[in-house]
């Protein structure tokens, strides 16, 4: 399977180094935007996911929501940074940033822009309100929710008809990376709930909430094809190369997102739609929610074993760790939208426990992330 970036290019001016330290693995720095893939964006996700699953938990814990608030901005000051950053790479190495949706693999990564984006909007409303105010954080809100969504349903198409009409696929090419550009609609789903309340009663609100069902739906046939074809890839062909080995990780994301986004639009749904499939709706999010949930938690446990018997052999750091993060989160959204809908305090414990283990992953992950780019071996 190629890897997730291109081979390093020779240096722009070999006799140029850059001092020891910082930025020390490039040959000149203008390889600081060379290289920048779309890929990236996952670590804007990972992140955001960590703030939006803490708000969301079902028990309260002093400090957290304050903390979630700080860790939030941090997700939206990294997406602005990154655009940016991305913006330059457009704009300086444009055969390079289109050569990226060519990838076999980097290709599937062009949804997690849109994830980003969905993430960081959700975010806004659920904690930012509290710094920015109620309008503002909806309009926030809906300016990103907007363009992830659009952006999302568009990479829902582009990328798997590139992968039909372009790309040469092995028939161990399967992984989880296929699933990134199918997501996106799941994550709008479950984003757009929140701002059904906030839509115009009527057939604006009655709109939106369709609108995030047939989402929900694109997203989840979708996924259901592609992790068939993980596990039988996985049953003939095994796991593959070990820089590969997180994206297992990210089956996670449609299991535990469609989750949270009928347990969400099933408690949204009584704003918009009369009796009885109001009622059918918030029944649906417990008769769907519950055993998806645990089929999550046995990939959860499966993809456990399978990445602690790969590091056994060496599991070499790249932006593929970013798969341990937002994966997870969503089964903490998910789990603690079903402990509260339900009262269980077995699934209150449950997602405490998980949100336990994406904390975990997500500060050994962002700070291997920033250790590495500090070298540059990252944009190299």
């Not at 372009?166 to 609609?185: C, Q, R």
């Not at 997180?246 to 986004?261: D, E, F, H, R, Y």
């Not at 426990?353 to 780019?373: E, K, Q, S």
């Amino acid at each position: 399977m190629p890897p997730l970036t291109a081979p390093r290019p020779p240096a722009h001016d070999a006799g140029r180094r850059l001092p020891a330290g910082l930025l020390r693995d490039l040959d000149h720095p203008a390889q600081l935007f060379e290289n920048l893939g779309p890929n990236w964006y996952a670590s804007v996700m990972g992140t955001g996911i960590v703030a939006t699953a803490a708000a969301g938990l079902p028990v309260r814990v002093p400090g957290l929501h304050t903390a979630a608030t700080f860790v939030w901005a941090l997700a939206a000051a990294w997406l602005v940074a990154l655009t940016a950053a991305w913006a330059v790479h457009w704009t300086r190495h444009r055969d390079r940033a289109r050569a990226h949706a060519g990838h076999p693999v980097m290709a599937h990564f062009w949804g997690a822009p849109a994830m980003a984006l969905l993430t960081v909007g959700a975010g806004a409303l659920t904690l930012g309100q509290d710094w920015l105010g109620r309008p503002t954080a909806v309009a926030i809100d809906v300016s990103l929710w907007s363009a992830g969504t659009l952006l999302g349903l568009v990479t829902a198409v582009w990328i798997p008809y590139r992968a039909m009409t372009g790309h040469a696929t092995a028939p161990d090419a399967a992984f989880g990376g296929w699933l990134m550009p199918v997501v996106p609609p799941m994550v709008s789903a479950a984003t757009g709930a929140a701002l059904v309340p906030h839509t115009a009663a009527g057939q604006p609100r009655l709109t939106l909430l369709l609108a995030c069902y047939a989402m929900f739906g694109i997203s989840l046939l979708a996924s259901l094809v592609i992790i068939t074809q993980i596990w039988a890839r996985l049953m003939h062909h095994k796991v593959g190369p070990a820089a590969m080995t997180p994206t297992l990780w990210i089956v996670l994301g449609p299991l535990g997102q469609s989750v949270t986004a009928a347990d969400l639009l099933g408690a949204a749904a009584h704003s918009a739609l009369p009796r009885p499939y109001a009622t059918g709706a918030e029944v649906f999010g417990f008769l769907y929610g519950v055993p998806v949930w645990g089929f999550a938690m046995m990939w959860l446990a499966l993809a456990a074993a399978l990445t602690r018997r790969t590091a056994r052999r060496g599991l070499p750091f790249s932006l593929t760790w970013w798969s341990f993060t937002f994966p997870v989160g969503t089964c903490v959204t998910g789990t603690s939208a079903l402990a509260l809908r339900l009262h269980s305090t077995p699934l209150a414990a449950l997602a405490v426990a998980l949100f336990a283990l994406l904390l975990t992953a997500w500060v050994t992950v962002a700070l291997r992330t920033a250790r590495a780019a500090a070298r540059g071996a990252l944009f190299a």
